[in-house]
């Protein structure tokens, strides 16, 4: 029987995957909360000190240690370096100062930075997301009015 280790492969960091995950799952974990929570229940104040808290430890992973980690996986086990420079499949990057057609010489210390914004992005698109939903989570559709062809409801009389 063949056994194929998916995390020993070239390019897999555990400590970023899992970092991922777990910050992605903590920022969600609070829809299930909010479906059990009624809007407008009064809040306490030790449940205001202790939503402040976790809302700060998800943030903290999220714009703290996910983007470290990914840094720290492409400096040390990727090897992206400023003086290794990116010319992508059949040279198509490579730049005008080294011989090729791209107008800038990229590096791959520039496309991890891209990548960091990129998470960073995410994170910003999944707070924006659960904040929506907080906020929208008791509003039921509104009933729809019969109208007529001239666009006013048509309302019948008891």
Known sequence: MLAINILKWPGV????????????????????????RPKGTPTTWGEAMLGS???????????GV???????????????????????PFDILKAKANGGHFPFTLSYEALRDILVVVIHVYFIGLQIFIFVWWQKRDQKAAKAIETSSYGRPLVRKS
């Open 53 to 63: 808290v976790y809302a700060f430890f998800v943030w903290f992973l999220a714009f």
């Open 66 to 88: 996910v983007p470290h980690q990914f840094i720290d996986h492409a400096d040390k086990n990727l090897g992206w370096r400023k003086d290794k420079l990116l010319n992508g």
């Open 13 to 36: 960091n555990q400590a970023f995957l899992f970092s991922l995950v777990v910050t992605t799952a903590l920022a969600l974990a609070a829809i299930p909360f909010g479906k059990r």
